[in-house]
């Protein structure tokens, strides 16, 4: 491969393995003996079971096993923790808790053997909407989202101020790939097959699930179809298949089906939030109040930074935020791809575009004028900052310079034509990580980590890495994740994979090529001749293993990835159908390191803004808090049908001080700000400001 392609990318090295089918994914793990659990779950959103009549299930064919907190044994990690409790005792905490696992010899006898497991229950009064809860909340612990830079409120002696209150739903993963965890136990150690986008902390839960040593766990998650923050917990269906496997001594297989997904894999915290923005005549923001309200389960707390971002995107003197929880007789949420930036942008952004129409301002003009340049919050520089590049290059792409202020007043065949502009941040960090690198006298270099990959392409760009380093071509390179026998990585989340696992292995190549050079009595060579040295010495391979973590300088900056969506949407006058027709995200991701994946992960966050912003919502019956459209065919997701032509530009300035090869983290920005995007776009062209997602025709008619 040249360098000329190299530059421009290289197409996913694992890639013809997955559309092959060749590389397995978690439920597709055979064994001699396999069976097959599927979960029973609770009807009641709250109360107790008063009886399991499960005779007529132990009874039908192939039925292996029948467990639930009448025979599940005890388990040494559950004393003390109330959140470990399947199968731990009688009570319940939301509709759809798994309370049984039957098990058999195939998947459809177990299911069979499922319907007829009889429960019956104890109800009590349970609490499920936190539009009727909110004088029931209190700051989580842990969390230091309450803020105050300057004069609180001080919006409200503002010129020109606005106030605005912003509903967001529950959204739910629905990743493409179904969760499913297959349980192998030889004695007291255990080897699990599964969706883990944390590979090393999973470990740790199981070690600490049932107080064993860490040699005797094997996680093992080589490939994942998705996963977007919902496959780093251990979650009630694994733990279940953990019991069941030790309990019966079989390979036993948990795949739980689309309406599970809905309940025991979390999903993104619905928010009511409240702003408060006010700026002088000519447009310089004097004051930002930020006040949000999130949900989290009545045995567990979960908890996020929906008002981080508020904190430090603009430049204004006084700037107040809160954030408080209402604890439901729900599931626990977890973090959802841009976990609390995404929604606190989607406020924060709408209410910057309600304070420009206040002020008769243009909102594109308005963001380059209360640009910050420096943090704000902290006082310290920004490692690197381009998000005024992305407003003028976007805008000069998208052709800003065409958008009318006077909302509802172009249409275009017979729709109303509206542009809407948003931006958003998200930090780029970098956790520790190992890498083991061995050069081998074949010319193939191996690297290895206990990385996991949900989908952007971490051995791709990794190989790219180490290319550049080795200066050997990419398909004689091999990165090898997705087990716990690796050397430590951290989780695939937070938008830090390619900054961590990435320094690791440009480190380590570094430190290969210096071991070399040493071996060959020589310094500062770039490439050197591997293979004639290793035959000189008669050695098979050349190896090192090398740790890497944020640098001390590191702490001196603030450092976030940036990002401008322009979107322009056409709405039918009669009918309120909102259709996005083009669509421009401009980023700033420091030197971007595989132009081709890079470019994917900005379209994937970009498509699923378009659901959060125009269908999705996962819609509770609080009479029974149970979900009513637990289905693909119910929750509505973005489809071909609905996704324009995306056009990404990169800004592609090398950040100094985030990592070495200059890069910033990109997985979670592109959908943070994205629905702001839309909404400012839907009132520019109609007059009308949805302030509660999602944007549906019954909201504009």
């Known amino acids: 491969m040249t360098n000329d392609q190299l530059k421009e990318g290289i197409t996913r090295v694992d890639g013809r393995l997955k559309v092959t089918g060749s590389i397995r994914y978690a439920a597709e793990y055979p064994f001699p003996g396999l069976v097959y659990g599927v979960l029973v779950n609770s009807t009641i959103a709250k109360g ?13 064919p192939g039925v292996v096993a029948i467990i639930s907190h009448l025979n599940a044994p005890a388990i040494p990690g559950y004393e003390g923790k109330e959140e470990t409790k399947t199968f731990k005792d009688n009570k319940i905490y939301f509709n759809g808790q798994p309370v049984v696992l039957v098990i058999a010899n ?12 009889k429960v019956q229950y104890s109800k009590e009064a349970h609490q499920t909407n936190i539009s009727a809860n909110l004088q029931n909340t209190y700051k989580p612990w842990g969390d230091g989202s309450d803020y105050i830079r300057g004069q609180a409120n001080a919006y409200q002696s503002a010129p020109v101020k606005i106030e605005a209150e912003y509903h967001t739903p529950i959204h739910v993963h629905n990743a493409m790939e179904p969760f499913a965890m297959t349980a192998v136990w030889d004695g007291d150690k255990v080897k699990v097959y599964t969706k883990a986008q944390a590979i090393k902390s999973m470990q740790r839960d199981i070690m600490n699930m049932f107080k064993i040593p860490v040699e005797s766990v094997q996680v093992y998650s080589k490939v994942i179809g998705g996963a977007f923050g919902s496959g780093s917990p251990l979650w009630p269906y694994a733990k279940a298949a953990l019991i069941g496997a030790k309990m019966t001594g079989k390979p036993l297989k948990v795949v739980i089906d689309r309406g599970q997904m809905f309940t025991m894999v979390g999903y993104r915290s619905p928010a009511i939030q409240k702003l408060g923005m ?11 109040t930020h006040e949000a309200t999130g949900e989290t389960s009545t045995y567990q707390q979960f908890a996020e930074g929906i008002t981080e971002t508020t904190k430090f995107l603009y430049e204004c003197p006084n700037v107040n935020t809160a ?7 729900l599931s626990t949420p977890t973090y959802t791809r841009g976990p609390g930036e995404t929604t606190g942008v989607y406020a924060l952004e709408s209410a910057v575009d309600e304070l420009a129409y206040a002020l008769n301002m243009d909102p594109l003009e308005f963001r380059k004028k209360n640009n910050a340049e420096k943090d704000p919050s902290s006082g310290l520089p920004w490692s690197s900052k381009y998000l005024s590049e992305c407003l003028e290059q976007g805008a000069a792409q998208f052709g800003w310079e065409k958008r009318q202020q006077k909302p509802a ?3 275009k065949d017979g729709w109303l034509m509206g542009y809407g502009l948003a931006c958003g941040a998200y930090g780029a960090g970098r956790a520790n990580c190992t890498v083991r690198a061995r050069f081998s006298a074949d010319g193939k270099l191996l690297l290895q980590s206990a990385s996991s990959d949900m989908g952007p392409g971490t051995a791709t760009v990794m190989v790219k890495i180490a290319s550049g380093i080795i200066g050997i071509p990419v398909e004689n390179i091999g990165f090898e994740l997705g087990s716990s026998a690796l050397p430590n990585a951290p989780g695939e989340y937070g938008s830090i994979t390619t900054s961590s696992v990435g320094s690791a292995v440009y480190d380590a190549c570094t430190a290969l090529n210096e071991k070399f050079n040493q071996l060959d009595g020589k310094t500062g060579v770039a490439d050197p001749d591997y293979i004639r040295i290793l035959k000189e010495h008669n050695l098979p391979y050349l190896e090192v293993t090398h740790e890497s973590g944020r640098s001390p300088e590191a702490r001196k900056y603030s450092s976030h990835a940036y990002i401008a969506h322009f979107v322009e949407v056409h709405v039918h006058p009669t009918t309120g159908m909102v259709k996005i027709e083009r669509v421009v995200s401009a980023v700033d991701g420091g030197k971007i390191l595989n132009p081709i994946t890079a470019r994917s992960q900005i379209i994937g966050g970009v498509v699923w803004g378009i659901g959060m912003a125009l269908m999705e919502e996962g819609i509770v019956d609080h009479r029974y808090g149970k979900y009513v459209n637990n289905s693909l065919g119910d929750y509505h997701v973005a489809s071909n049908a609905d996704v324009p032509q995306i056009e990404v530009i990169f800004i592609d300035k090398k950040d100094p001080v985030t990592n070495p090869m200059g890069s910033k983290g990109i997985g979670e920005v592109p959908i943070v700000g994205f629905a702001a995007a839309v909404a400012n776009a839907v009132f520019n062209a109609t007059g009308k400001r949805v302030r509660d997602l999602p944007i549906t025709p019954d909201k504009l008619v």
């Open 48 to 60: 107790s079971i008063t009886a399991i009549d499960s005779k007529a299930a132990e009874n039908a």
């Open 106 to 117: 195939t998947i459809e006898r177990a299911r069979a053997a499922a319907s007829l497991v």
């Open 278 to 288: 006010g700026a002088t005549a000519d447009g310089k923001l004097l004051g930002i």
């Open 323 to 329: 954030y408080k929880l209402t604890k439901l007789d």
């Open 409 to 411: 007043s172009v249409t």
